[in-house]
């Protein structure tokens, strides 16, 4: 279909295809690069827009005052030609720039989203970009987000779903580009609910530059992959998981990062216990960070009543770890476990074939991890590290 859709870019009136109509977004009065409020324009577009259509918008810059918004459709793709940028106004109304809720088969690429801040070195909570709520099968891809002082882009269930519901799978994010924004993620940022985030979540061959990634749910979630992801250049952890079961983190390259390099541990927010596990850290690329990796399994508010089980963190490259500010020895290592349980951790946890430099200590284990296996891990010389 995007061949079509990109033959008929150019034309003001909609064109029906097989699936349904394509529609120009300034047939509906959006000029680009006159610096003038478009929102009512693609406010009109989005609410003309019925099961199975398309939007395009043409090369240029479009100037949005005011949250615009899509609500309960089916098969809406959303399509930039060109160089189209969606840009909040100085004085933007509003949170979201673009908000999506309840809808299916969604497609959103080739769109640029600017927001007001970077998020990156001054966050501005609630100052956001693209947010899914409860969507289910949706693709964003190719599409390229800066500066937003909170969430760049934020997939999860929205909080009308119910207590502990799960609204939101099925979602794929690739070959984006995040620059200058405190997050992309996949929690709810409304207060006081505990729905949870995103199942069956892909993340894949995006930039992260000055931007993290925040996979985080407030009950159970499972079957997460970030895979061929490139993050550098971040003040802060660059990767949080929080709640996720069944994920797959794997050749991805993490480097001058301002915190740890994957922050694992309980979501405060939840108002009870969760299960989780089943985390995959396997042939990534980690250099030039302050801290490695930490993996909290409980908190002291929590009930535990058994361990979180199968961790497996293997055949990665732990390259320059500073640990700037760490005065505490055991918190100067690549990979650390932690616990506030008395008896409960990790159980069933693998760390081989890792490799990393002999001027910091490899590991720390908590005294409840059982059954772990640890063996083929090598230290480089630091002569031999490539800095």
């Not at 609910?193 to 925040?214: A, M, P, R, Y």
Request: proline fraction near 2%; glycine fraction near 6%; include cysteine.
């Amino acid at each position: 279909m995007k061949g079509l859709i990109l033959l008929f870019a150019s034309l003001s009136l909609p064109i029906m295809n097989a699936q349904g109509n394509v529609y120009d977004v300034t047939y509906f009065g959006a000029i680009a690069d006159d610096g003038k409020d478009d929102s009512l324009a693609f406010q009109s577009a989005l609410a003309e827009l019925n099961d199975d259509d398309t939007l395009m918008i043409p090369n240029g810059l479009y100037d949005i005052c005011r949250t615009i918004s899509l609500f309960s459709k089916r098969n809406i793709s959303i399509i930039g030609a060109g160089k189209a940028e969606l840009a909040k106004c100085d004085d933007f109304v509003g949170e979201y720039l673009l908000y999506i809720k309840h809808t299916t088969d969604l497609m959103i690429s080739d769109v640029v989203f600017t927001g007001l801040n970077n998020g990156n070195s001054n966050q501005v909570w609630g100052e956001q970009g693209l947010y899914l709520a409860s969507t289910k099968n949706s693709m964003i891809v190719n599409n390229e987000f800066y500066h937003f002082g909170d969430a760049a882009l934020r997939i999860t269930t929205s909080p009308d779903e119910g207590k502990y519901a799960v609204g939101s799978e099925d979602i794929i994010v690739m070959k984006n580009k995040f620059q200058g924004c405190a997050q992309v993620t996949t929690t709810q940022a409304t207060k006081n609910t505990f729905v949870g985030g995103s199942n069956d979540i892909s993340i894949i061959e995006n930039q992260f530059v000055e931007c993290s990634l925040k996979l985080s749910s407030r009950t159970e979630v499972s079957n997460a992959k970030v895979i061929n992801n490139d993050f550098n250049n971040i003040n802060g952890s660059a990767v949080e998981l929080s709640y996720y079961s069944d994920v797959l983190f794997e050749n991805n390259n993490l480097s001058n990062i301002d915190g740890f390099l994957l922050n694992i541990y309980p979501n405060s927010r939840s108002d009870r216990k969760v299960s989780w596990g089943g985390l995959r850290i396997n042939n990534n690329q980690f250099s030039y960070s302050q801290q490695g990796i930490r993996l909290q399994s409980y908190s002291d508010w929590e009930q535990a009543t058994s361990p979180i089980e199968n961790i497996s963190i293997s055949n990665n490259e732990f390259q320059v770890i500073t640990f700037d500010g760490v005065s505490n020895p055991q918190y100067q290592t690549a990979i650390r476990t932690i616990t506030k349980d008395e008896r409960w951790s990790f159980s069933n946890v693998a760390i081989k074939n890792n490799s990393y430099r002999d001027e910091y200590t490899f590991l720390f284990i908590d005294k409840n991890v059982i059954d772990i296996d640890i063996e083929g891990n090598n230290s480089i010389p630091v002569e031999a590290s490539i800095d």
